[in-house]
């Protein structure tokens, strides 16, 4: 009952795609083993365009956790938004009901 918008709607792209992987740096020229993991994410949205994001492991993580919290978020969000209009329409169905006792 979220009368929530549409991302589409609002002119922006969305994702359509998501692919990842995780390169595991063996070692450099400076260093014999370095054994550092790096994420890449390559999100591919609906107007055709490709974005890529290479953050190591802990900056993943850190990533990982904000997009949690937001769908989390966003969900109470939701169901917040579906009460207030549940009581706008209560509302307004009392203010109907008035109306029509007074023969307005």
């Known amino acids: 009952m979220s009368s929530a918008p549409n991302v ?8 359509v795609d998501v692919t990842w992987r995780v390169d595991v740096t063996l070692r450099t020229s400076e260093c014999a083993e370095v054994m550092r993991p790096s994420v890449i994410l390559r999100l591919r949205l609906s107007d055709g ?15 990982r956790e904000a997009t949690a919290t ?7 969000v939701g169901r917040d938004v579906a009460a207030v209009d549940e009581i706008g329409a ?3 169905a009392r203010w109907d009901r008035a109306k029509a006792a007074e023969g307005g």
């Open 49 to 63: 365009s490709e974005k890529i994001f290479e953050c190591g492991l802990e900056a993943f993580h850190r990533l």
């Open 70 to 76: 937001a769908l989390n978020e966003m969900d109470w």
């Open 90 to 92: 209560r509302a307004r």
């Open 8 to 15: 589409a709607l609002a002119g922006l792209p969305r994702v």
